[in-house]
Nanobody, 115 residues
Framework: QVQLVESGGGLVQAGGSLRLSCAAS????????MGWYRQAPGKQRELVAA???????NYADSVKGRFTISRDNAKNTVYLQMNSLKPEETAFYYC?????????WGQGTQVTVSS
């Protein structure tokens, strides 16, 4: 079991930046990968970025070059630095991981980008 708690969301103007944090209740090194997803109203949840426990990263094409995912194993925390935000990226952002038993989600943090 692990609890994931996201923070760092808020209201930002288009072109602005936010850094999201995902704090895990136990060591994240035990998970092969951690990811950030987002879900906008009326849309499906989509993968934004993921990072493996050896530091390999994967990004949605729409955020490449603007978002950066990172992890601090000592703090059991994963970050998502989001730059040059666009209004269409307004959504709930969720932290995710999985183990051999199940998938885990945080409660989400709202990101609102005003035009």
């Amino acid at each position: 079991q692990v609890q994931l708690v996201e923070s760092g969301g808020g209201l930002v103007q288009a072109g602005g930046s936010l850094r999201l944090s995902c704090a895990a209740s136990r060591s994240i090194f035990t998970f092969n990968a951690m990811g950030w997803y987002r879900q906008a109203p009326g849309k499906q949840r989509e993968l934004v970025a993921a990072i493996t426990n050896d530091g390999r990263t994967n990004y949605a094409d729409s955020v490449k070059g603007r978002f950066t995912i990172s992890r601090d194993n000592a703090k059991n925390t994963v970050y998502l630095q989001m730059n040059s935000l666009k209004p269409e990226e307004t959504a709930f952002y969720y932290c995710n991981t999985r183990d051999v038993f199940r998938e885990y989600w945080g409660q989400g943090t709202q990101v609102t980008v005003s035009s």
